[in-house]
């Protein structure tokens, strides 16, 4: 289907118009409709994973890496865990209508801030299928009309989704029409897309090249979903084992995540007792490390580390390492390198710990935990819409609350503003 | 001063360094930082008013409307009340540092969601000298850095009033390089500005053409302070002293801001018993009235209203008036033209409040008062950044809480992903 900016704008246009009955479902309504498209996919489960199966030898024979490939496969493992979050998402309370203050003025006036969805959200995202169940049901849930475009190989499988979220919702008479796919694979539908002020919001979630057609393009409101550069900080103080611990599980643990470790920095008087020893384990491990010039001297088969490699999201079992003089240079670095991401320090003094809470400007600062925690699922908020990386709306880990907005409800009986 | 943009860059890149310290000051320093100012600004009250009258001589002779003279002018009385404000930004509580919620994981993972500063805000405001205290302050006491862009006629004022600023940040040795003043009057300035991602956030506030001139070009996040087109519904079970009080205030007590009424809908059955006795009113307080068909029926001297007319934002004591056969058509209508900033309904049926609280899609829906009263200061706040009528971070009236973003602090002793 070849791709035409006026069948973009009156798919906008028909979205926005069918969400605006999405902001006074009941949530009784809502699950139900959840439960339907749970129902719909379970029975077309085998078209389903034959559709997958068709973009995942494409995708193989285009020449896509195999990381990229192995995140497009649906197996029936992943079947299987993408209806259970989907069942999780009908289970979440629902954000719409809960009162987030309440009070009221000297003259009586009763005002209440009252969480609403934020209306009609667009969100680009990579060739995921498993994202378009999830990302669906999460502004359903919230009340909001959702504009979806999905990485292009995954076009197969999405078409065959959304077959099965129009039924679920259709079968309870919610209008399928608030939730919209865009059938076309051109980059340039990324450009208008997020240029038409139809949206009320978009989210990104993609690599460096999907950002910057936003960020040069987007006329809304943008929550970017955008690159971690996480660091860990072994401080003077920081215990051996769990220094250890905690730098392996950030770095090893699943290295193509977000919030996976970039940099480790560790205090000079822990070059004898932690870099040497760690250096020697990260050999074991088959990491791959660039170093400072001090960590060099104990270690002469690591590569220089330069500014560029400070600001690498290796996303890999590559990481940097740099020995510094003093906290303030620990801070320094990661001020001027951070993604603003999620930032850890290994610690046993708790002035070190409260400075590093205070000072580091990061949407996630931990002490004594692994980077790798920064999660809506370990925190207990359930399915996560994503990180944001973005300063205002939503900051870190964003759950189903991020997803709506709020309106002021005032009560009075005759209130004037004269006299 | 001739724009360049390179000088451009260059204030904002200094601002951007310098306000990092802001994020870590104590709110004892911020207040003392404060009270200077508003010591200086005593000081320098000569100084200042003698600039401003220079500003409002030059645009009176440059024949700028007598509206936006008046705002211009700074007379004793709006000095004054200018550093009552500023005092009163000086005893807000402090938001940085409050947490917004905390909580333990099931691992014992304790995480708290802190209130931390923006960053660096940008704003772009009217010729209003009185304003840039406000911002300045409001901004400095969540934390965040500030570039201030006033309206050009307003400049000689703003010189002054910023000297007086530097000083008072300075002798509490605070850096006051962290608020900058952009000196100058070139519209390209702003288009610069909101495309320069060294801002965190901008907020404009100002007429429709600026709002263009924003959302073309902005590659940052717009926190929108945008026009008002506001409605009062008098429902068939309106009583006539009420309605008339309300509708009287949400028009006439002050017809030049953006929550006073443009749009009033009449239910049918209040055709005689409220229409044509209000008409009547209207006319003898001097408001021209545009009305829908059977508005004129009523009173056939009425002007006829078109779907322009109810995309106005008059601002002055000009409204439209229709006539509506159903409660649904008074939503529709609001639906349709509402700007979505505030709408009040009168009505002594509590479903139909419950009905309009639910599905009118404003950031402040009122009943039985009138929407001159959605405001900071009336709503107990205190002082009031500008009311949003952007869908994400805030929406409605803003205060001190709205230019702060969050962190998540996360504490843990030895925590991992993995096992």
């Not at 020449?63 to 995140?71: E, V, Y």
């Not at 989210?203 to 460096?208: E, F, L, Y």
């Not at 290796?314 to 390492?321: D, K």
Request: charged share 25%; net charge neutral; with cysteine.
């Amino acid at each position: 289907m070849s791709y035409d900016r006026s069948a973009l704008s009156s798919i906008l246009a028909r979205t926005r118009e069918a969400c605006r009955s999405y902001a006074v479902l009941t949530s009784k309504k809502k699950n139900e409709a959840l439960a339907n498209v749970a129902r719909q996919l379970q029975e077309m489960r085998p078209l389903i994973l034959e559709a997958n199966r068709a973009d995942t030898e494409a995708a193989l024979k285009a020449g896509l890496s195999p990381a990229m490939c192995d995140r497009l496969l649906l197996t029936e493992n992943r079947f299987e865990s993408m209806l259970k979050g989907l069942l999780e998402v009908s289970n979440l309370p629902d954000p719409v209508g809960t009162a987030v203050s309440r009070w009221e003025n000297p003259d009586g006036l009763i005002i209440e801030k009252i969480r609403v969805p934020i209306g009609l959200v667009g969100v680009v995202y990579e060739a995921r299928p498993n994202v378009t169940i999830e990302v669906a049901s999460l502004c359903f849930k919230a009340g909001n009309g959702a504009v979806l475009k999905g990485g292009k190989e995954a076009m197969r499988s999405n078409e065959v989704l959304f077959r099965a979220i129009w039924e679920g919702l259709a079968q309870a008479n919610v209008n399928p029409e608030g939730v919209a796919f865009l059938p076309w694979s051109d980059r340039k539908v990324v450009a208008d897309l997020v240029s038409d002020t139809t949206l009320d919001v978009v989210i990104p979630r993609g690599g460096q090249s999907l950002m910057e057609t936003v960020v040069a393009h987007a006329r809304v409101p943008v929550l970017r979903h955008d690159q971690g550069i996480c660091h860990v900080y072994v401080s003077a103080s920081a215990p051996f084992l769990m220094a250890r611990d905690i730098v392996l599980d950030a770095k090893t643990n699943r290295p193509s995540t977000c919030n996976s470790m970039e940099t480790l920095l560790v205090h000079e008087a822990q070059a004898e007792t932690f870099a040497r020893p760690f250096l020697h384990l990260l050999r074991e491990r088959g990491v791959t490390v660039y170093g400072c010039p001090r960590t060099r001297q104990i270690d002469s088969s690591v590569a220089p580390a330069t500014p560029e490699s400070y600001r690498m999201e290796y996303l890999a079992l590559t990481m940097n390492m740099r020995i510094v003089s003093t906290f303030d240079e620990a801070l320094d670095h990661i001020a001027r390198y951070s993604s603003g991401h999620t930032e850890a320090i290994v610690t046993s003094d708790v002035e070190e710990s409260e400075r590093f809470f205070r000072e580091v400007d990061s949407s996630c600062v931990m002490v004594n935990a692994s980077t790798r925690l920064h999660d809506g699922g370990v925190f207990g908020l359930g399915a996560e819409v994503g990180i944001s990386t973005t300063r205002v709306h939503a900051r870190g880990t964003m759950g189903l609350p991020e997803l709506t907005t709020t309106k002021y409800m005032v009560r009075g009986h005759g209130h004037l503003r004269g006299q």
